[in-house]
């Protein structure tokens, strides 16, 4: 479990990072931490690297964002997204259906994951040494033990929402950042929803880790119209 056992593995391909913009237009930041759980750091679903993003994380929770979001990835022990709820081998792939509207959505192409972040088990936890007392709102996902989730605004079938939005809403969010666990996952998932949702988009590169190291994911959301920055960027404009 030691910090320094953990290699920082260097992802093929590393996006462009560009400065935040302080053009007079308005600019009120939401800070979303993803995952950053015990399972997706040292855990089941450990993601190479992980560890070494929590001092910048917490660099970033200590900045004046308007509202800061936590998420947490919250399963059922039988979840639909664990390999041994279908007796397969970790990794696979199934297509699954939204139990309540199997005819309307389309299945969806899932990957089967070892158990992790169950509810109420260590694994779920934020990680020690994250900062936990600045999120004016935690965000638990996948808690239905047939929906899965990667997004913080909304289920894979973009069927029922979060509290997410209505709370970016509220506080009148016009950008959000997006940090924490896995770049290719939940990270991406819900970078893609911000933008859906109108909001400008950040990934903050050197505080996201990916389970795959390929370089898709980053392609796929800069075509969607993500931006990508650096922590140091984030703390030139939010200070
Ligand atoms: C995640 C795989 C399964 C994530 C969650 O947080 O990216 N990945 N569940
Ligand atoms: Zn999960």
């Not at 996006?15 to 931490?33: H, M, N, R, S, W």
């Not at 308007?66 to 997204?81: C, F, I, M």
Request: glycine share 6%.
């Amino acid at each position: 479990m030691a910090d320094s056992a953990q290699k920082d593995v260097k992802p093929a391909y590393t996006p462009q990072t560009e400065p935040i913009p302080d053009d007079g237009k308005p600019f009120v930041p939401a800070l979303l931490v993803i995952d950053m759980q015990n399972d997706f750091v040292y855990g089941s679903l450990a993601v190479p690297g992980a560890s070494n993003i929590i001092n910048r994380v917490n660099q970033l929770i200590d900045l004046p964002f308007t509202t800061k979001v936590a998420t947490r990835d919250y399963h059922p022990d039988n979840h639909v997204s664990f390999a041994k709820t279908h007796q397969q081998e970790p990794f696979s792939r199934i297509i699954i259906y939204h139990p309540d509207d199997r005819d309307e959505l389309k299945g969806l192409e899932q990957v089967l994951w070892p158990v992790h972040c169950v509810a109420n088990t260590v694994g779920a936890d934020f990680v020690p040494g994250l900062t936990q007392t600045m999120f004016e709102k935690t965000i638990f996902k996948g808690t239905h033990r047939k929906v899965e989730s990667y997004s913080a605004f909304r289920d894979a079938w973009a069927r029922d929402e979060s509290e997410l939005p209505g709370h970016l809403a509220e506080h009148g969010i016009t950008d959000v950042f997006c940090v924490g666990l896995a770049g290719d996952f939940c990270v991406k998932y819900t970078a893609l929803d911000a933008v859906d949702y109108g909001y400008r988009t950040w990934v903050v590169v050197d505080c996201v880790k990916s389970i795959s190291q390929d370089e898709v994911a980053w392609d796929k959301l800069k075509n969607a119209g993500v931006h990508f920055t650096t922590s140091e960027f984030v703390k030139k404009r939010i200070a």
